[in-house]
């Protein structure tokens, strides 16, 4: 297990860098999806090599998880994974962590067969579990601060610019 004293000095470090040089906190994330066979994708980033497919009843052969599952995956561990940071960061003992997320979603949207009704979710919800000895106000507002600064959180919270290019044959149309 890792050891929190280590969590904190690594970000007191970061946060002392992005101090003195906060242009070094500009980052870019690049992760590329290509079809491999039928619905399943090849998901990789950097050294990490994932794979996403649909179950069989949507037209994949069921070989990976869903897009949805590592979508709502990708959510459960940011929020776990900030709890257990900011923890860390203020001494805050922490046993055991547990993030579960209900999505609620309607498949014809993403089937296209009713404009009215949207592809993605239309009410997310998660439950956060924590084992800890410490008092539980104290914890409540270290959930607070963690959601507060967890990426993912804010990723699916607040809406984003999103831009498009499409390349045909190498060429973009």
Same mark, same amino acid.
């Given at each position: 297990?890792?050891?929190?004293?280590?969590? %904190?000095? *690594?970000?007191?470090?970061?946060?002392? *860098?992005?101090? %003195?040089? /906060?242009?070094? &906190?500009?980052?870019? @994330?690049? #992760? #590329?999806? =290509?079809?491999?066979?039928?619905? %399943?994708?090849?998901?990789?980033? @950097?050294?990490?090599?994932?794979?996403?497919?649909?179950?069989?009843?949507?037209?994949?052969?069921?070989?990976?998880?869903?897009? &949805? #599952?590592?979508?709502?995956?990708?959510?459960?561990?940011?929020?776990?994974?900030?709890?257990? @940071?900011?923890?860390? =960061?203020?001494?805050?003992?922490?046993?055991?962590?547990?993030?579960?997320? !209900?999505?609620?979603?309607?498949? =014809?949207?993403?089937?296209?067969?009713?404009? /009215?009704?949207?592809? @993605?979710? !239309?009410?997310? =919800?998660?439950?956060? /579990?924590?084992?800890?000895?410490?008092?539980?106000?104290?914890?409540?507002?270290?959930?607070?601060?963690?959601?507060?600064? /967890?990426?993912?959180?804010?990723?699916?919270? %607040?809406? !984003? #610019?999103?831009?498009?290019?499409?390349?045909?044959?190498?060429?973009?149309?």
């Amino acid at each position: 297990m890792a050891d929190p004293q280590k969590i %904190r000095e *690594i970000a007191e470090r970061n946060v002392e *860098i992005l101090s %003195r040089k /906060s242009g070094r &906190g500009h980052l870019k @994330g690049v #992760t #590329t999806a =290509r079809i491999e066979d039928g619905l %399943r994708c090849v998901i990789e980033d @950097g050294p990490w090599k994932l794979s996403a497919d649909m179950p069989v009843k949507a037209g994949g052969e069921e070989t990976a998880p869903t897009p &949805g #599952t590592l979508g709502r995956g990708a959510l459960a561990s940011c929020i776990a994974i900030s709890i257990a @940071g900011w923890a860390a =960061r203020r001494e805050v003992p922490i046993e055991a962590i547990q993030v579960e997320i !209900q999505a609620d979603f309607d498949a =014809r949207g993403e089937l296209g067969m009713d404009d /009215s009704i949207p592809p @993605g979710y !239309q009410d997310i =919800r998660y439950v956060i /579990s924590v084992d800890s000895p410490a008092p539980a106000d104290e914890v409540a507002k270290l959930v607070e601060v963690a959601e507060r600064y /967890s990426p993912y959180v804010d990723v699916f919270a %607040r809406s !984003q #610019t999103m831009k498009r290019v499409v390349r045909l044959n190498g060429e973009e149309v």
